[in-house]
């Protein structure tokens, strides 16, 4: 059966596949579509049907409206192309919108009590890295032990991280990044960070093929606070999600599941103290 070339429709979703026949669901065309129009674009078989009553009412599609604010380019203007729809020129973040004020702001305003919980949405500007320093300083808080797990990181976050390493914001410090983010590192970031970061054998950096983003604690006082969201340290100039709370259950849990793997995947040999060694040394062992 031959089928007449239909015209150009405006919008079209994903085909369907009926048997022998692909189709295809048009937007509401009723000013532009006549009853003699058909509505079948391919066929991968010779159907000998000649009547497509056996679909039914496909119905109208409501096709939602898109925001283009974010893009350089003007939708109406004719595309230099074959092809009808163009790429789009994305406009890059500006560097003096990247300001330590909105962690800190944000830092100021959450007051973390037991099984508070806060979600929030931060802008493209907004720099997790600086908001754990942030948070940190304004509330006074002192994690015995912090464990941070992120894709990527900065040169920023890193110094951030030794400030609270050396100011005693952090009395041990446990890190996991990506296989990605080492591989690419190893030559700069890497050693920067053993250099920075592992003082007085209160750091350790372990590398896995992780992709999440969390960071938990204990501070000295007893609460147990977690921090889970799509941001890694560093800035990617999109907006974001995470949330904070104070939850002993989902720090354990935390801590149970990537505990394993810091010790399994570390990076930094570490030695016992010599009090240590000699204790374990001359230690009488009885078997009972």
């Not at 000013?31 to 000998?48: M, Q």
């Not at 400030?163 to 005693?168: A, D, E, P």
């Not at 995947?265 to 062992?285: G, L, S």
Request: glycine letters at 4%; proline letters at 5%.
């Amino acid at each position: 059966m031959t089928h007449p070339t239909s015209r150009l429709c405006k919008t079209l979703e994903r085909p369907v596949s009926t048997g022998a026949l692909s189709l295809f669901n048009f937007a509401d065309m009723k000013d532009e579509i006549t009853e003699d129009d058909p509505i079948i674009i391919a066929s991968t078989e010779n159907d000998p049907t000649d009547s497509l009553d056996f679909l039914g009412d496909i119905g109208n599609i409501e096709i939602p409206e898109v925001n283009l604010d974010f893009f350089d380019f003007d939708p109406e203007e004719e595309a230099d192309t074959e092809n009808r729809y163009v790429k789009p020129k994305l406009v890059p973040m500006k560097t003096d919108q990247v300001l330590y004020d909105n962690a800190a702001k944000l830092a100021r305003e959450l007051k973390i009590t037991p099984g508070s919980r806060y979600d929030c949405i931060v802008s493209g500007s907004f720099i997790f890295g600086d908001f754990i320093e942030a948070f940190m300083v304004h509330n006074q808080c002192v994690a015995q032990k912090m464990t941070i797990t992120t894709l990527s990181l900065s040169q920023e976050n890193i110094d951030s991280l030794a400030n609270l390493l050396h100011k005693g914001y952090i009395k041990q410090l446990d890190m996991i990044v990506s296989d990605y983010f080492y591989s690419h590192e190893r030559h700069q970031l890497i050693p920067y960070m053993y250099h920075e970061l592992d003082i007085d054998n209160r750091f350790q950096l372990s590398v896995a093929f992780v992709h999440t983003k969390t960071i938990h604690m204990e501070t000295l006082g007893g609460k147990k606070i977690v921090i889970h969201g799509s941001a890694n340290l560093r800035t990617s100039g999109n907006c974001e999600q995470f949330t904070i709370e104070e939850n002993p259950e989902l720090h354990d849990f935390y801590e149970a599941r990537f505990s394993p793997i810091i010790e399994r995947f570390a990076t930094i040999r570490k030695t016992a103290p010599r009090k240590t060694q000699w204790k374990d040394m001359t230690q009488k062992r009885f078997k009972t």
